[in-house]
């Protein structure tokens, strides 16, 4: 999950929804004080860049700008005469898109916040992860060296490219076979989406392109290398990405194992650079940094980041115990911890991950607004459409509104939030979606308050497993488009038993890159300082209510009994789900 | 389940749809025999009545009129001017319907099949059951009698009635306590449907109405009075509905320990009249009968019968073994056998309860029809309705279509068909479906597979249920509007793995009364020699596929597993299926 394809996605099935091409809110007199120090902030998502110029002392969001990727994510063939289909569960993107849109989306923010770009003293970006590129000694990328433009493996991997499966396995069995201390971290489990498993395809089935890489590098690294000129490593997609753990990456004999050319793939591809922390200053702007975005040469620019973490000091959630849910699509959770501990079922734990100083923790749900969209593109009963058409309400806000002030299991239903796997706290994405007690008079907002409590459900899993690991979550606070979805706030709030904050931004990750380019630029002593005076939530937005949490405990209960007995692992637990993805991944049992 | 309304309410989801307004098809040269003599079969659904002509020597079908009723099923309020709304789960008809519906279908038939009524040597007729009322000692139906007509008490009660769960249940539960010897064959448990829980519905919430009720008596033998002028019983719903059993109905210690106003109903309202064999003559054609119907006074009056069990004989599938499978929103499923066993889970064993002189064995799937037309009922996407549209397929067709061809278990979904809850071989109404495996790739018509997949694992655990209670199967034939799936009837036979007959007729329960007019005017000697003569079936039309099957047996073992645990029973069961629904009952758990 990265919430910039959230913030994207769910933008089609929200309540209220913005236009995201639509400029911003400009907040406050600000012909008046055309003085003001301001920072821009850079969110760079999976189809687009959002900017925002904000107000370095208060965090006041001046103005906004979009640019769209031309090829936005490139999953079927490359963006070039002649190219031939992608296979299956491929996902790239193209480095110019991301040069061309931080441009455009800078150059319009500051129009819209009607600024001088003199105002402006620094500048942040955070990007989706991993999102992770081939590049020469110099950072230019393999796919725009002319004779490598047609390999497929030459271009970048964007996070959701699926197809390193078999490398991620590999990664992660031969951890558990050696023992390999940093595994724990990770939840037990290597992600195909991350570093290792990305450069070790492209080793083996495309070693030439992979001979002619002098760099791999995160393209939230990349980009800041451009911006710069300096080539950088931040510590968070180290971290979480790319298994660097207590000062180090996996080690050569473990890689040589995976594969003798992959080796030296970490000294010599990797740790090239000493970690940069969050919030520090990665350098000063190019004079083409400067021609490429209209922002005055010289200015500060932080260090990269990913667009979940760099949230967190936008929501004001940084305090260890302050969980962040980015919900949209799919959610990811971040923490922060002044402890180490070993959660089982959780993404990663990094040192400074999150903020420098503490232990960021992070965990996820695979598909959440994913799940709503899902049961809703099933299609829905005609007179449904036509009603919800004549009302003016999205189909989303149609069905909560049909189930409004019904109590908790009035539709005799308990769903398993698994139609995308379970990322946590099983790290199990070949689990399938379950849903009990359908009757021929269960109509579809039914199914669909269901899913919104599995959801829910879902969330308190992970919140008891930090707290079972030592780590008492304080608040729990929402950012991301479905913090804007009232009914399932309220419902997180119930089935939690405990207050929802919501950060006030519509934009917090842009924002959240924005204060880490006000600390950058010297304006806060550090991210802690400038998220109390530019990050804003609203506190305990949505209460819980006793009855409502009460009937939520029992049908949690319930939800609790089915996840572990659908886990398929241990006494008593059933497989199926395992049994059904491997037959139907192999196309069926006979044809 | 009464396949008469199976066979309606399918129509409006079944492939190559027939208008049941239409008359039916002319087969033969009927102009050329006008001296044939022919029978007429009347079919009592719950919205209409249909009649076929039948020639008497080999069954061709040779005219059809169908009749819907005026008030058609009374769910809401009575049919009179200033009546209140029932109250939930009740369903009543108006008897005045049923003659209605008689007089204009069996014409129609005669002028549809070109025939003299000269020609008609007997009647014969089904009716939809436990549809039962309270009369006067002459057959004066209770709700026309001027003081009574605005009692709802007064009306008769509609199989599909659910308003006596509350008797039926105290019925159970103390036939178990004195150990009853009757409940056994009923796979332990009396459904609300059926008489006795009907009647003492009656007697406790309107004793005024009970006390004025001389007789109590099925639909299908009160029309028998009414053409015959003689009241008479059927073997069949004394048997199945009325707990008759070794020759007698339960004991009046027994009613008097349900309720003492009870103890003397079986007695005095029931065991009025000898059982009636099916297939005897009931009587003659009165000059009341013969102005209504427009038929020849004195022909023979073939006693009265059910819906489902009429059928069987119109399919030839009346030895011991063949299993007849009514298929239409529900599946009822009937056998005879030569032995009496206990075969837990059915719905009934009734000696001569199908066929004179063999025990019949009757159970069912509560929903079969109503999942597939449930999930349509959810809506499908804009593009798939619009394609369907341009092809001018139904939904139904559309949908498996998309999934022709893919080999069982692409979909990696397992479903438990329980939407109606589970008639055989769990007999619990308070069970609800599962939906196991679904991702965010899910598209509709994968489910819809899975639910046609779910009812033919269904029904492979009632064939394995009647075989393990020393009942071999020997041939699967199919009737009712289903039969006419293609795909489903595939999927049964690769489920079941045995060749799956189909009955040749569309309105096989009017032929198979015509079946029972011919024995009644002796134009056969018995049933099984006129089902020899007019039954039609296309033996083993559908054939496994071995590959197919193996495949299935695999799914399967997958749906017994989920079966036995959500069946809620013993241990490592679960039983959330049933606490799901109280709290669905209770309208949740906190408002």
């Known amino acids: 999950m990265t919430p910039g394809r959230n913030r994207r996605q769910q933008d089609q099935q929200l309540p209220e929804e913005a236009d995201v091409m639509t400029t911003g809110h400009t907040v406050g007199p600000v012909g008046d004080d055309m003085t003001s120090v301001t920072v821009v902030g850079v969110d ?17 969001e001046l103005g906004t700008g979009v640019a769209e990727y031309a090829s936005g994510a490139i999953e079927r063939a490359l963006p070039i005469a002649g190219a031939g289909v992608l ?25 819209d916040a009607g600024v001088a770009p003199e105002s402006v003293v620094g500048i942040g970006t955070d990007f989706t992860a991993c999102t992770f590129l081939p590049t020469l000694a110099d950072g230019t990328p393999l796919c725009e060296v002319p004779d490598l433009r047609e390999r497929p493996h030459a271009w970048p991997k964007l996070w959701k490219h699926h197809a390193a499966q078999d490398q991620a396995d590999r990664i992660t069995d031969l951890a558990h076979a050696g023992d390999e201390s940093w595994i724990a971290r990770y939840g037990g489990r290597i992600s195909s989406e991350w570093q290792f498993a990305k450069a070790l395809q492209v080793l083996e089935e495309d070693p030439a392109v992979y001979r002619r890489s002098a760099r791999w590098i995160e393209a939230a690294d990349w980009i800041i290398w451009q911006l710069t000129g300096n080539e950088t490593r931040n510590a968070c997609t180290a971290g979480y990405k790319g298994i660097y753990q207590d000062g180090q990456y996996p080690s050569r004999e473990y890689l040589a194992a995976l594969n003798p050319g992959f080796a ?16 520090s200053r990665a350098g000063s702007l190019t004079a083409a940094g400067a021609a490429l975005t209209g922002l005055p040469e010289g200015i500060a620019v932080a260090t990269g980041n990913v667009d979940a973490h760099v949230t967190a000091p936008a929501a004001r959630a940084i305090d260890p115990g302050q969980m962040l849910a980015i919900m949209g699509t799919s959610t990811c959770h971040v923490m922060n911890g002044s402890v180490l501990n070993d959660v089982p079922g959780i993404c990663g734990v990094v040192d400074g991950g999150i903020i420098a100083g503490l232990y960021g923790y992070e965990a996820g749900q695979s598909a959440v607004g994913d799940i709503f969209a899902w049961w809703i593109g099933q299609g829905l009963p005609d007179d449904y459409t036509a009603d919800a058409a004549g009302k ?9 509104q049909r189930t409004r002030g019904r109590a908790p299991g009035y539709h005799g239903l308990v769903a398993l939030d698994w139609m995308g796997g379970n990322r946590s706290i099983l790290v199990d994405h070949h689990l399938s979606g ?24 879902g969330t308190r899993m992970i919140v008891e497993a930090f707290e079972a690991g030592g780590l008492p979550v304080t608040e729990f606070v929402v950012a991301g488009g479905l913090k804007r979805n009232h009914a399932l706030m309220q419902i997180y709030a119930d089935v939690l038993r405990r207050p929802v904050s919501v950060a006030s931004s519509d934009q917090a990750p842009a924002v959240g890159s924005a204060i880490h380019a ?66 139907r991944n192999a196309g069926g049992g006979a044809s």
Chains 1, 2 share one sequence.
């Open 434 to 457: 379950v849903i009990v007690g359908l009757t021929l008079a269960t109509p579809p907002e039914d199914v669909y308050q269901a899913l919104l409590e599995s959801t829910a459900y």
């Open 518 to 583: 006000a600390v950058a630029a010297g304006v806060h002593a550090d991210v802690a300082a400038a998220a109390k005076a530019m990050g804003r939530k609203e506190h305990a937005l949505y209460l819980p209510d006793a009855g409502r949490a009460d009937a939520y405990d029992v049908l949690f209960g319930e939800y609790r009994t089915l996840h572990d007995y659908f886990a398929g692992r241990g006494a008593g637990s059933n497989d199926v789900l395992h049994r059904l993805r491997r037959l």
């Open 87 to 111: 296979p299956p569960d491929w996902a790239l993107q193209d480095p110019y898109d991301w040069r061309s849109a931080l441009g455009s989306a800078v150059r319009a923010a500051l129009a």
């Open 44 to 60: 760079f998502g999976t189809l687009s860049a959002r900017a925002v110029v904000v107000r370095a002392d208060d965090g006041a």
């Open 392 to 400: 003016g309400q999205n189909l989303h806000d149609y069905l909560a």
């Open 264 to 279: 030296d793939f970490a000294e010599t591809r990797l740790a090239v650079a000493e970690l940069s922390a969050l919030g």
